[in-house]
């Protein structure tokens, strides 16, 4: 049954696929209305992110942004479909990159380079910067979550190598990079940190749009570890269908900074953006469900479980 819905699902997006964007972004205001107004999806977690992510806003204010972000979410919905295939004339039309000279330095110095980012609308089309990279001597990829479905999870990674670019799982990350370092390659890789970490994951807090935030932690190991340059990638809406992408030096070693400095800095900028563009950063996730509190508790019952094994050996 699952194989029957699959392919159902596959011939549908086919269809979706070859249809002109003036047509699905029609069907993306058709899609909006459903999810905003009918379905209300997530509407609760999305409301009380913005209420307590800007707090000097009114409601009216509020409400403003909410609607544009749930507009822009299905824009992404039909723009990811219509992805799939797409020339590579169009995507440099849709996407353009700034910020590409400091990337080619410090690629020409013999540095690798990490490029931090965040879920801003349309985030799968960055993938298309493998395109500006010609040399078989640097990797360009993605860092990137498996999903549970390995079919969908096959047909989105094909999606994200179509231009060359090389996405790499979570779990494989340190290991495929040291292997990169080791056949004396360098590195062009983006990280998209703003996800939940699990309770194992969380090593450091921090203020982050006025709320205290577990965040992850290993992007920056993995750049002081192999003394990686760091970038910020900026996104920006030029016009429905169209964005930019700057890519913000902001370490040329990060091996040379603090402890969670490079994690600190990528979260502020993080911050302006997100309170540059609102409506395009992803609001759907329910961003804080780690609290302090419920950090502690875990840790208390994981030492506590430790202690009992022990005991028991």
Known sequence: MKTILYYILLAFLFVLNKLPFCILYALSDIIYFLVYYLVRYRRKIVRDNLVKSFPEKDIKEIKDIERRFYASLCDYFVET????????????????FTGLDDVYRMVAEGRSCVCYMG?????????????????????????????????????????????????????????????????????????????????????HWLDFLHRDTPVFTGTEKIAQRTKASLFFVRMRRVKRGHYTAHLELFA???????????????????????????????????????????????ERIRRENRKRLLKNE
Not at 82 to 94: L, Q
Not at 123 to 141: A, P
């Open 252 to 298: 040329e070693d990060a091996s040379e900074m603090a402890e969670f400095e490079p994690t600190n800095r990528y979260y502020e900028l993080l911050e302006q953006a997100i309170k540059e563009n609102p409506e395009l950063w992803l609001w759907t996730h329910n961003r804080w469900k780690r609290t302090r509190a419920g950090y502690e508790e875990h």
């Open 81 to 96: 479909i219509k992805f799939y295939g797409m020339s590579e004339k169009e995507i440099r039309k849709r996407l353009v």
């Open 119 to 203: 879920h801003f609308i349309n985030w799968e089309y960055l993938v298309s910067i493998s395109l500006y990279f010609n040399d078989e001597n640097v990797v360009v990829g993605d860092i990137y979550h498996p999903l549970q479905n390995k079919r969908i999870d096959s047909l989105m990674k094909k999606m994200r190598d179509q231009y060359g670019a090389e996405s790499i799982t979570m779990a494989n990350t340190l290991r495929r990079i040291l292997k990169i370092i080791k056949d004396k390659n360098q590195f062009v890789i983006g990280f998209i940190a703003d996800q939940v970490p699990s309770w194992e994951s969380i090593h």
